[in-house]
Nanobody, 118 residues
Framework: GQLVESGGGFVQPGGSLRLSCAAS????????MSWYRQGQGPGKERELV?????????TYPDSVNGRFTISRVNDKNTVYLQMHSLKPEDTAVFSC???????????WGQGTQVTVSS
């Protein structure tokens, strides 16, 4: 399987961005999809920011709940992350992950940089 993210960039605080993750070489409907982020600097660990299951249930941590929305379009093998009210602390490399719900298989993308700054 292969995951390719796009849509990152530079945005001012309070702005919005939509990230996309295109999946290939896997049966997309069998995978729960997630977005992660990892900021720069010491002590910055990878953080799960959104998950959407194969039956479209979504979960978010408190840090992004109400600001980020994950969605998927199975016909396009694509998962999206719509981000609103962005803050400087959202600055990170955002990557997507796919986890098969029937057998052990996981894939990761390379990530896309999101920078929130004035």
């Amino acid at each position: 399987g292969q995951l390719v993210e796009s849509g990152g960039g530079f945005v001012q605080p309070g702005g919005s961005l939509r990230l996309s993750c295109a999946a290939s070489q896997l049966t997309f409907i069998y995978y729960d999809m997630s977005w992660y982020r990892q900021g720069q600097g010491p002590g910055k660990e990878r953080e799960l920011v959104a998950t959407i299951t194969t039956d479209n249930r979504t979960t978010y941590p408190d840090s992004v709940n109400g600001r980020f929305t994950i969605s998927r379009v199975n016909d396009k093998n694509t998962v999206y992350l719509q981000m609103h009210s962005l803050k400087p602390e959202d600055t990170a490399v955002f990557s997507c992950g796919a986890k098969n719900v029937h057998w052990y298989a996981e894939y990761w993308g390379q990530g896309t940089q999101v920078t929130v700054s004035s």
